[in-house]
């Protein structure tokens, strides 16, 4: 799959944001990406219309940051690029209901993640072009980057290109929203999509939360206390990822002690063993052969039982009650809780 990677790294002077000249993007949602991409390409320059539901609660954020709200049927029929940027679970009822009646030949649809279109929940027409800008990073981020001169790295892809001119206006989107400053690599919805979904099951999400879980339960059935357990499986995780982010793993190994190093270079392939390699690798098999999309359509058609049960379950798990317990008696660690929840938006 390699093949499929182009290392081709794009930044501003690659781009001719002259693309996005005399063109209306209509963004659609004013979630965590609407907000960031709609403010981002507002001060580019860009012509920006952000769609919304009459009765939607972001319609006053959006008019008081200064921008022009339509309904989203308005939005699409004033636009000639279309940002799907409402959660992916409505984007299939969005696209039947404001965007496809508004499609004019040569408009673009542009996506942040490809799970719709890979798996065929959206089919668009053949008469323009699908395009991904995928910023990878949450929204707050993009906004903030933006806003500080710095960049949000992102990825392109290219699904349709019916007017010839996909990419370099997909790059003139990116170079809009700030990530052409960071670097934006090309890919296709395929691999953003297998690899996005893969990476917040097996390890980002679904891994890291399961591992802080288990090694906590671990410690506590064996009769420590859960505030110890809190810190050592939890809290620290903060400070062992950072180190990562700055310096790769060997900037983890280089700060922590050398016992530390050596119990975790023995002990590390003996919990994370074989079998949860065989584990990922079922996980990964499911993203590729469509199990997983279709579970989830399906769940959210029958309103999400396991979904709310789930959610509740993880919310009502001793470790977080003990962590609220904790952080609250932590100084430094409520200017980080203001930020994390005004990052939330
Ligand atoms: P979100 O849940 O934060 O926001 C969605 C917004 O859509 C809401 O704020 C609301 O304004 C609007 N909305 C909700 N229901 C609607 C409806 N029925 N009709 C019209 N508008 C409606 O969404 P998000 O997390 O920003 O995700 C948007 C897209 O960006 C998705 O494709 C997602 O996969 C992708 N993405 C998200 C992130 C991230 O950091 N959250 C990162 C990369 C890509
Ligand atoms: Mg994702
Ligand atoms: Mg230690
Ligand atoms: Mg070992
Ligand atoms: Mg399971």
Redesign the pocket.
């Given at each position: 799959m390699t093949d499929e990677f182009n290392t081709e790294i794009y930044y501003d002077d690659d781009v001719d944001e002259s693309y996005l000249a005399n063109t209306t993007v209509a963004v659609?949602?004013?979630?965590?990406?609407?907000?960031?991409h709609a403010l981002n390409l507002h001060e580019s320059g860009v012509d920006v219309i952000v769609?919304?539901?009459e009765d939607?609660?972001?319609r006053a954020a959006a008019q008081e940051d200064g921008l022009t709200v339509e309904t989203?049927e308005e939005a699409c029929a004033q636009a000639d690029v279309i940002s799907?940027?409402?959660?992916?679970t409505?984007?299939p009822?969005?696209y039947e209901n404001?965007i496809e009646p508004n499609l004019e030949e040569g408009n673009t649809l542009q996506?942040?993640?490809g799970?719709?279109i890979h798996y065929n929940q959206i089919q668009p027409p053949e008469h323009v072009d699908v395009t991904m800008i995928?910023?990878?990073?949450?929204?707050?981020?993009?906004r903030r980057n933006y806003e500080s001169d710095e960049g949000t790295p992102g990825l392109l892809a290219i699904y349709q290109d019916y007017t010839g001119d996909a990419k370099e206006r997909a790059l003139a989107y990116g170079k809009g929203i700030g990530c052409t400053r960071a670097g934006v690599v090309e890919t296709t919805f395929r691999e953003e999509t297998e690899t996005?979904i893969f990476g917040e099951q097996a390890v980002l999400c679904g891994g890291i939360a399961e591992l802080i879980k288990v090694g906590y339960e671990t410690l506590v059935d064996a009769g420590y206390s859960p505030e110890m357990a809190y810190f050592e499986c939890m809290n620290e995780m903060k400070l062992i990822v950072d180190l990562m982010y700055e310096g790769g793993l060997g900037a983890m190994w280089d700060s922590v002690s050398d016992t530390a190093e050596y119990g975790g270079l023995t002990r590390g392939d003996d919990v994370i063993d074989d079998h949860v390699r065989e584990n990922m690798e079922e996980v990964l098999e499911q993203v590729q052969n469509g199990e997983f999309a279709t579970e989830w359509i399906a769940e959210n058609q029958a309103n999400r039982p396991v979904y709310t049960q789930l959610n509740q379950a993880e919310k009502d798990h001793e470790i977080e009650e003990v962590g609220e317990r904790l952080r609250a008696l932590f100084a430094w660690e409520e200017s980080e809780q203001e930020t994390e929840s005004d990052d939330e938006?």
């Open positions: 659609l949602g004013y979630g965590s990406q609407g907000h960031a769609g919304l539901r939607s609660s972001s989203p799907v940027l409402v959660p992916d409505v984007q009822t969005v404001a996506f942040a993640h799970f719709n995928a910023p990878k990073s949450p929204g707050h981020l993009v996005d938006r």
